[in-house]
């Protein structure tokens, strides 16, 4: 830190191409050619906004290892090497790192713009410090006068902190109100409340509630998260984001503004902001950057109140190509040769989070066209698609899929989708939809594809509708992807890899791929998600053994010996391709190894 007090260095293009051309980043013909370049048209080489004229040349940096792309210099690219070169750290500042009373509280709000710096947190004693340029004595003076603690800095890019400074600064000032105004809005429409989520939040609205409800919106949807977590706690109220699959602990907000912002996303999702007691669920659409986001919402009481969970569902996340959804090439042909069928039965399985929504809706904006009447009947409806007609279940007035099934054969369907099959009404009327020249998509909880055959005679479903409806049945789960920012081979310990039974897998020495953890991925190696499958085609062996009412044990037996993949090998042949680790298909698909 001392050595900081002392130093003056500005970012000249001079210093920069030079910092660029000693690690590496560019060559020295590139500097020599820059720099001419740069006086030709009369820029200056010493003057403090070199980072930006370096931006603007486009430089393309050559490749860091074969077989890897070129990338362009970017400012992180500059302030790495600057970092390299100065003895300090880059850091890419994670929103989940901030602590947001050491952030808000430690200096204000136009000493953090003024200097393009954002405390991150207070850690054995000594506050971290973001900062883009620290090379600046007077910076330090000012800062002996606004704190006594030491400092620990980190080089980070304008981008970053000025987006910490705007989310934070404005979410804190917005809690700090509402702790003493309790707001909420109404502002519905008839059918769907759609909300704009505003890029900042406005520093003249009083609206505070709105404000940080709007930041909470704005702050998952940046950071990929498909879940939020609002739970109330004895004296806080923990919220939480799901990302990957994985929940991280965001913020803790007062006990108060965990009410008025429960309030403000029950008006905003038409539910009924006096109930308390009761579970309840609503939908709202949310608009951030012109992008529309579907948002599931429930309600539950829980020890300390209620608790809300949002479930994001974005047209990026769940309408995707057949291709996108993950399935390999053997599996994506059994898959389409469902597809082609003119009628009958198709049944995707797996517990809830594993990607069923998406698989479905992307399937069904495939063969949507003008020439089809394409009916969901979903409880509730997950994602508003203008090329369906979407039929939301009513279970409370008596509207059920059973009923609904019914009904929606005489609207002259061509394709069906039911959200889920939980009772023998409703898996009769898909059998018999499916036998009269309609295709049924539809669901069910069970954790293997056999499941999902026994299932349905659970239910009281007589053999013969199964033989003569079911296309075929399809498993899936979703698994972590390895980062592809931090990716690298080791060799696993092969004592290991045998203690857990996966030497079938994999041989001895045979090199694998993880993630170290990077910036990117939050240090946890694993960015995005992709589905593993296994699918069963219902083939007449199969329907034999329905006929005879083997048991599940039985029928999986059948099944391997047909060749057919378990959740488990389909993951472990990604292991084996470098898409995920055998860590997270153990965690994911531990259940079905055999």
């Known amino acids: 830190m001392n050595s900081l007090k002392n130093r003056r260095i500005v970012y000249s293009l001079n210093y920069l191409l030079d910092i660029l051309a000693s690690e590496g980043e560019i ?14 048209n009369e820029i200056d080489l010493e003057s403090a906004d070199g980072i930006d004229s370096l931006i603007r040349f486009n430089i393309r940096r050559p490749a860091k290892e074969e077989g890897l792309p070129e990338s362009r210099i970017t400012e992180d690219v500059i302030l790495k090497a600057v970092a390299s070169r100065e003895g300090l750290i880059f850091r890419r500042v994670d929103p989940f790192d901030l602590d947001l009373e050491v952030t808000t509280k430690t200096i204000s709000e136009s000493f953090a713009r003024m200097n393009t710096l ?44 000025n987006r910490l400074i705007d989310d934070y600064y404005q979410f804190r000032t917005a809690i700090q109100a509402a702790e003493i105004e309790f707001m909420s809005s109404s502002d519905l429409g008839n059918l769907e409340a759609r909300v704009k989520v505003s890029e900042k939040s406005d520093p003249d609205s009083q609206r505070h509630i709105i404000k940080a409800v709007d930041y909470l919106l704005r702050s998952a949807l940046r950071e990929r998260a498909s879940d939020i977590h609002m739970e109330p706690k004895r004296d806080f109220s923990l919220v939480r984001f799901r990302i990957d699959g994985i929940l991280h602990d965001l913020h803790k907000l007062p006990m108060t503004v965990h009410l008025a912002m429960i309030n403000r996303l029950k008006g905003l999702s038409r539910l009924d902001i006096s109930e308390k007691r009761r579970p309840q669920d609503g939908r709202v659409q949310l608009v951030l950057g012109g992008v529309p986001t579907d948002v599931r919402v429930s309600t539950i009481p829980v020890a300390f109140g209620e608790k809300m969970v949002l479930r994001l569902l974005s047209s990026d996340s769940t309408l995707k190509n057949l291709e996108e959804l ?36 992307s399937t069904l904006k495939v063969l949507a066209n003008p020439q089809v009447n394409v009916v969901t009947l979903e409880d509730p409806i997950e994602m508003v698609v203008d090329d369906f007609n979407q039929i939301g279940i009513q279970s409370k007035i008596g509207v059920t899929f059973g009923q609904m099934l019914r009904h929606i054969l005489r609207q002259d369907p061509d394709i069906i989708m039911i959200g889920e099959m939980r009772d023998l009404e409703t898996a009769e009327q898909a059998m018999q939809a499916a036998l009269t020249g309609h295709i049924v998509f539809s669901t069910l909880h069970t954790n293997d594809a056999s499941s999902a055959l026994t299932r349905l005679i659970d239910l009281g479903v007589d053999a ?65 998600r992709t589905g593993i499958f296994e699918i069963l085609p219902y083939d007449t062996e199969v329907k034999d053994a329905i006929r005879k009412n083997i048991d599940l044990g039985d029928l999986r037996t059948l099944v391997r010996k047909k060749g057919v993949q378990s959740l488990f090998d389909d993951g472990m042949e990604r292991v084996i391709r470098g898409v995920t680790t055998y860590e997270e298909v153990l965690r994911v698909a531990g259940g079905s190894m055999d």
């Not at 059994?334 to 198709?346: E, M, N």
């Open 118 to 161: 954002v405390p991150i947190m207070i850690r054995d004693g000594e506050l971290e410090l973001a900062v883009f340029n620290p090379f600046r004595p007077e910076l330090w003076q000012d800062m002996e006068r606004v704190s006594d603690l030491p400092y620990k800095v980190f080089l980070c890019t304008r981008q970053d902190i």
């Open 464 to 528: 013969y509708l199964i033989n003569a409806a079911v296309i075929g049945c399809i498993a899936q789960r979703l698994v972590r992807n390895i980062c592809p920012h931090c990716k690298q081979q080791f060799i696993p310990d092969y004592e290991q890899i045998k203690a857990l039974g996966l030497d079938r897998y994999i041989k001895k020495s045979q090199p694998l791929w993880k993630g170290r953890g990077c910036d990117h991925c939050r240090q946890t190696g694993y960015y995005g």
């Open 326 to 361: 993950g399935m390999l090439p053997e599996h994506y042909a059994i898959y389409s040769k469902f597809l082609s069928s003119t009628y009958g039965l198709i049944l995707v399985t797996g517990p809830t989070g594993s990607g069923k929504s998406t698989s479905l809706y």
């Open 27 to 40: 060559s020295e013909a590139q500097a020599k050619i820059i720099a001419e370049h740069a006086q030709k």
